[in-house]
């Protein structure tokens, strides 16, 4: 934990390798963060031998309340982002059926991005750098063009979002 970070009460953090936490990042309070640690004799993701199971948030970052955020692989939310609302779920892992075992993808959220409330974002997902993810959406797919709201079920670009718009522009990652 970097200074000024923050985790509010009745979180709790299980069988990850690594939670790392920027400066003036906050963990709100009821999230639910989960993993499943690498190098162990467990047959489970044994075929993913660089897996880490991490939580890395960037500086000035907030995750609110009430998320399941499932970090069986690496978790990357950079700097400036708000996990909103609540009952979002990040989901590394599942059932490979073609190979028949568990398996894991990261995912990565980039600078300055807003996770809407009830939002779903499956191993494997990049929300690009100044982008908007619209409350209620599944993202299960990598994109890569900025300054635009994604949506729907699944998650599809849906506008351009103007540059000059204030929150990519922040200085403190508190929004008032």
Same mark, same amino acid.
Request: with cysteine.
């Given at each position: 934990?970097?200074?000024?970070?923050?985790?509010?009460?009745?979180?709790?953090?299980?069988?990850? +390798?690594?939670?790392?936490?920027?400066?003036?990042?906050?963990?709100?309070?009821?999230?639910?963060?989960?993993?499943?640690?690498?190098?162990?004799?467990?047959?489970?993701?044994?075929?993913?031998? +660089?897996? %880490?199971?991490?939580?890395?948030?960037?500086?000035?970052?907030?995750?609110?309340?009430?998320?399941?955020?499932?970090?069986?692989?690496?978790?990357?939310?950079?700097?400036?982002?708000?996990?909103?609302?609540?009952?979002?779920?990040?989901?590394?892992?599942?059932?490979?059926?073609?190979?028949?075992?568990?398996?894991?993808?990261?995912?990565?959220?980039? +600078?300055?991005?807003?996770?809407?409330?009830?939002?779903?974002?499956?191993?494997?997902?990049?929300?690009?750098?100044?982008?908007?993810?619209?409350?209620?959406?599944?993202?299960?797919?990598?994109?890569? %063009?900025?300054?635009?709201?994604?949506?729907?079920?699944?998650?599809?670009?849906?506008?351009?979002?103007?540059?000059?718009?204030?929150?990519?522009?922040?200085?403190?990652?508190?929004?008032?």
């Amino acid at each position: 934990m970097k200074k000024g970070s923050k985790i509010g009460h009745f979180n709790v953090a299980i069988n990850l +390798d690594k939670i790392k936490i920027g400066e003036n990042t906050s963990i709100g309070r009821s999230n639910w963060i989960t993993g499943f640690p690498a190098n162990t004799n467990s047959k489970h993701f044994a075929h993913q031998t +660089d897996r %880490e199971s991490a939580l890395i948030l960037g500086n000035e970052s907030a995750i609110t309340k009430h998320h399941h955020i499932d970090c069986t692989s690496k978790i990357f939310i950079g700097n400036f982002v708000t996990v909103a609302g609540y009952y979002s779920q990040f989901l590394t892992h599942s059932i490979d059926i073609y190979e028949n075992r568990q398996d894991s993808n990261p995912i990565n959220i980039g +600078d300055y991005c807003f996770v809407g409330t009830n939002s779903v974002i499956l191993g494997g997902s990049v929300l690009p750098a100044f982008s908007v993810l619209g409350a209620n959406a599944l993202l299960n797919k990598s994109y890569t %063009e900025q300054y635009t709201l994604y949506g729907g079920v699944p998650a599809k670009p849906l506008k351009a979002l103007p540059q000059n718009a204030k929150y990519f522009h922040r200085e403190k990652g508190f929004v008032y």
